[in-house]
């Protein structure tokens, strides 16, 4: 089985993030970047696949030259060939345009399976699988929770709404893998060594036959217009009920009416 992961590189979940001065962008220094948690999940599926029938699994990943260190860590978890799609400074966020960068750099390559994490950590979109999927004309299953893998399909199940779905699909095919597929491994140190000196495939947009700055051009369905942080949250506020629970109860009423709104 020949497997491509999809993977994404992000700031760590416990990173805190501030705005650039430009207003647009997040303030990168300090940022502590990591393999989307989801894209392991799919990393892992994609090992254990090709641990139980053979074959390979490569890694693919767009965006600047730091996502290097994401590609390092799969290389490291066991993957076997790694491509860097350089850029995506200006198409960060931009499901369509991942979707077009990524369908661009696999469309030529063998693969009977192609996995990418349900959605990046941050963007929180949840769209580049299904646009990959529909750019390169492949059937989809996504947010798997357990997969089994037959000869040239796969049945996969998912969580919806008030119980789960069972779906089957011919290979190959685009699976977004969401928390609850697998438990993903650590690297080892061996692996750790070994992926320092695994090439990397570096490509640029060009060379598959994209213009990167039309990509983020005024002809770009995405743009930003301004980023800003939440509000911080306010000290909530306790309501003494033991000595006098009606008028605890009374009080809650009358804050959830004029404060919050509720009703």
């Known amino acids: 089985m020949k497997c491509i992961v999809c993977m994404t590189h992000v700031p760590d979940t416990a990173s805190v993030i501030k705005i650039d001065s430009d207003g647009k962008h997040i303030d990168e220094a300090g940022i502590k970047w990591i393999v989307s948690p989801y894209d392991e999940y799919a990393l892992e599926e994609a090992l254990k696949l090709t641990e139980d029938k053979g074959g390979e699994v490569t890694v693919v990943t767009y965006g600047p030259?730091?996502?290097?260190?994401?590609?390092?860590?799969?290389?490291?978890?066991?993957?076997?060939?790694?491509?860097?799609?350089?850029?995506?400074?200006?198409?960060?966020?931009?499901?369509?345009?991942?979707?077009?960068?990524?369908?661009?750099?696999?469309?030529?390559?063998?693969?009977?399976?192609?996995?990418?994490?349900t959605k990046g950590v941050?963007?929180?979109?949840?769209?580049?699988?299904?646009?990959?999927?529909?750019?390169?004309?492949?059937?989809?299953?996504?947010?798997?929770?357990?997969?089994?893998?037959?000869?040239?399909?796969?049945?996969?199940?998912?969580?919806?709404?008030?119980?789960?779905?069972?779906?089957?699909?011919?290979?190959?095919?685009?699976?977004?893998?969401?928390?609850?597929?697998?438990?993903?491994?650590?690297?080892?140190?061996?692996?750790?060594?070994?992926?320092?000196?695994?090439?990397?495939?570096?490509?640029?947009?060009t060379d598959i036959g994209l213009d990167a700055e039309a990509l983020a051009g005024p002809e770009a369905t995405y743009h930003v217009r301004s980023l800003e942080l939440p509000p911080a949250k306010q000290a909530g506020k306790i309501i003494q009920g033991e000595d006098d629970p009606r008028a605890a109860a009374a009080e809650l009423v009358k804050l959830l009416h004029d404060e919050a709104k509720a009703f």
């Open 122 to 205: 941050g963007t929180d979109n949840a769209q580049v699988g299904q646009m990959l999927a529909e750019l390169l004309d492949l059937p989809h299953v996504t947010d798997v929770i357990k997969a089994e893998w037959g000869e040239g399909s796969v049945t996969a199940e998912r969580e919806i709404e008030g119980g789960h779905e069972v779906l089957s699909s011919p290979l190959p095919a685009v699976i977004t893998a969401q928390k609850g597929l697998n438990e993903p491994r650590y690297a080892s140190l061996k692996g750790i060594m070994a992926a320092k000196r695994k090439p990397i495939e570096s490509v640029a947009p």
């Open 65 to 117: 030259q730091r996502a290097e260190g994401g590609l390092r860590e799969c290389l490291a978890r066991g993957a076997h060939n790694a491509v860097h799609i350089v850029g995506g400074e200006g198409t960060l966020g931009d499901s369509l345009a991942i979707a077009k960068v990524l369908a661009a750099a696999v469309k030529d390559r063998e693969y009977d399976v192609i996995l990418c994490g």
